[in-house]
């Protein structure tokens, strides 16, 4: 089974970036395809990015496409999620999720992903 741990959130202004990482143990990650959601206060967790076992898809939710990056190192055993042009809305707690790349879908919904993170909180002031 694997541990993801999330690290990397913070306190940020409208229009500057963070960087998210997720390291993994327990496992290798590169058995899993990889996602990040959000929940932001009173919310229902949504998706933002996805990413594929080997690192050769990627996709995302309309309201990141074009700001945020989703990438993997296989050999860190770590997942990251660039975000640039930060807005207030993109403010939550950020979470990473594994699903074992058993099948070549990637999934784009919480009952995709079986293993979860504790989350980062991502605030961003106006």
């Known amino acids: 089974q694997v541990l993801l741990v999330e690290s990397g959130g913070g306190l940020v202004q409208a229009g500057g970036s963070l960087r998210l990482s997720c390291a993994a143990s327990g496992g290798n990650l590169k058995d899993y395809h990889m996602g990040w959601f959000r929940q932001a206060a009173g919310k229902e967790r949504d998706f933002v990015a996805a990413?594929?076992?080997?690192?050769?898809?990627?996709f995302y939710a309309d309201s990141v496409k074009g700001r945020f990056t989703i990438s993997r190192d296989n050999a860190k055993n770590t997942l990251y999620l660039q975000m640039s042009s930060l807005k207030p809305g993109d403010t939550a707690v950020y979470y990473c999720a594994a699903d074992r790349a058993d099948s070549i879908v990637v999934p784009s919904t919480k009952a995709g992903y079986a293993y979860w993170g504790q989350g980062t909180q991502v605030s961003v002031s106006s």
């Open positions: 990413i594929s076992w080997s690192g050769g898809r990627t």
